[in-house]
């Protein structure tokens, strides 16, 4: 069904219509808030408190991206969630080689095999730990942009910052997790490795 | 390659690096796309950056998602009306704020518009005493008939305007006068010398008095203009003295035969300069006392203090009560009587001038003061004046404090019936 009708079934106080659209970019919403808060939990808390902002304020929606439109509600609420708590992503290097993410070993499809699982794992919460590291603004967009795949368009309309704001953001964010990487390397698997060798 | 050389070069590999980003993004222009690759083709630090750089992108990008650990989807329960999920009264969030800035903005209104009215409605009633007051005093001075009245301070600038009063009050005092200043004839021959003694004494006791007198500050600066008058006056015609004199003549007629209880009489309010000069204008007055009858201006010539003090009271010291009233009555009692008419106290004053000997200061209070009640009369007309001038003002602030509630609650109800129908539009 057009994603047009439904948003305006939703306007209208169709509350199963919003759900549909709930169901649609919830995976999207999670992880953007998963990556950005470092805990399942605080992420789920911060989405379900996001789409309940979005259905009261769905009237305001104008049209244009409501991917963008939604996203936005989700930051916003993850970092409300942060300040109300006083917390910085939980993750810490120690905590990540003593007990992996559960998350992170589940299989994305059946054909992996599992010591890459397990690798795939190791990788993914070095690299969340290397994200939660980075200021909150180039955190946000370094995950929209090469977690999410959101353009740079759509980066600025999410976190309303000027294109080229959203550049340097995203220039500086890669630059210093990209050191984290480096100086970590010995935990990476060799094939993730970083070379520097030209 | 020398240093200067590797500056620029430094600059621009810089510069590309902050490109190299934007440039595995193809978020660059052209132009900038030929300057990242010339130099990335020049440097190998650069090339490293980019090579590095693409790797942190690909690890990102490679990331497996999460999963999320429960669906998100509402239920009817979360959005019922008195859930704290609802939409809060319906009212979308920008048209919610300005609704409880316009119900805010009322009730601070309304409370603000009570707190006005009782203020103002104890303020006027303690500000009509005041006004009352300032008026009384403001009113004797304006009004006085008496030259006299008004040796003090604020008498002194109108020195020179009392010359047509004093004529006035001359003609209104001489009828009364004349018994006392025909028996000055007989009499003003013998007590010549006797007058000059007495007005030498006299002056040692109005100095004395005037001593006390110069505390008070309003005397002052008329005891100086007193001080030129008498200077001036010892050669000049009595009637110039008279003129000069801060002291309205009329006033002195009375007291003219009277010329050493005169000064002994003058209380503390009269400067020692006035019965100075009261000394060579008593001498040759009195010599010329047989002319008084004929010449009214003479013998308001006379230097009489004393009567200008007991009338000054009236119409100068209401206006200085609250600062000196207590020096006043300490000083002069006869000023004590601030509220006391011009036209009442002299008549009273020549009436009860005979027993000059005896005439106090104390004595001169009560009749002051018993002039001074008929002066209680004007105060009740003057407290309405007050009291309608401050009702217009009270009205006028109660009605903007009421235009602006009500404006308060136009403004909210135009926000609902305006929410009330895009709703219903929507709907």
Known sequence: ?198 | MTTADHQPQESNIEQVRELLSAYLDGEVTSEEIAQVEEAVYRSPELRRDLETLRQTVSLLKRLPPMPAPRPFTLSEARTEPGSPLRRTFGLPSWLRGWAVVAATLACVMALGGVFVIQQFGGGMSSLAPAEIALQEQAEPAAESEMPAVEITQEGETLAEPDTEPPPAEEKMVAPELLVEEEALPQEAVEEAEQGMIATDEAAEDTASVAGEAAEAEDIQPQSEAVEESVAAGNEAESGDRVEATPTPVPTMAAMATTTPTIAAMAPAEIPAEESALAEPQAIEEEAAVGDVTENGEQASATPIPLPTMTAMPPAEIPAEEPASADQAEGAVPPPAAAEAPPEPSVEQRAATPQPTATFTPTAMATDVAAASTPADAPTEPRAEPAESKAEPVRSMVVTVILSLIGLALVVTTIIIIGWWLLKKRQG
């Open chain 1, 1 to 198: 069904m057009n994603e047009t009708l439904i948003i305006k079934e939703a306007q209208q106080g169709s509350i199963a219509a919003f759900n549909r659209l709930v169901m649609a970019y919830q995976g999207t919403a999670y992880n953007v808030a998963y990556r950005v808060m470092g805990d399942g939990e605080a992420a789920a808390d911060a989405c379900q408190e996001a789409f309940l902002k979005a259905y009261k304020a769905i009237n305001q929606y104008r049209g244009g991206s409501f991917k963008s439109w939604l996203m936005r509600i989700v930051t916003n609420s993850c970092y409300d969630q942060l300040r109300y708590k006083g917390r910085r992503p939980a993750t810490s290097l120690e905590k990540m080689t003593e007990n992996p993410s559960p998350n992170s070993l589940k299989l994305v499809n059946g054909s992996e095999k599992p010591e890459d699982r397990v690798l795939r794992g190791e990788l993914s919460d070095l690299i969340q730990l290397g994200i939660e590291e980075l200021p909150e603004d180039q955190r946000l967009v370094v995950v929209l942009s090469d977690v999410q795949g959101f353009s740079y368009q759509e980066i600025s309309d999410i976190t309303d910052q000027p294109l080229g704001t959203v550049k340097s953001r995203l220039s500086r964010g890669r630059r210093r997790l990209r050191d984290f990487l480096l100086a970590q390397k010995e935990l990476l698997p060799s094939q993730y490795r970083l070379k520097t060798e030209s």
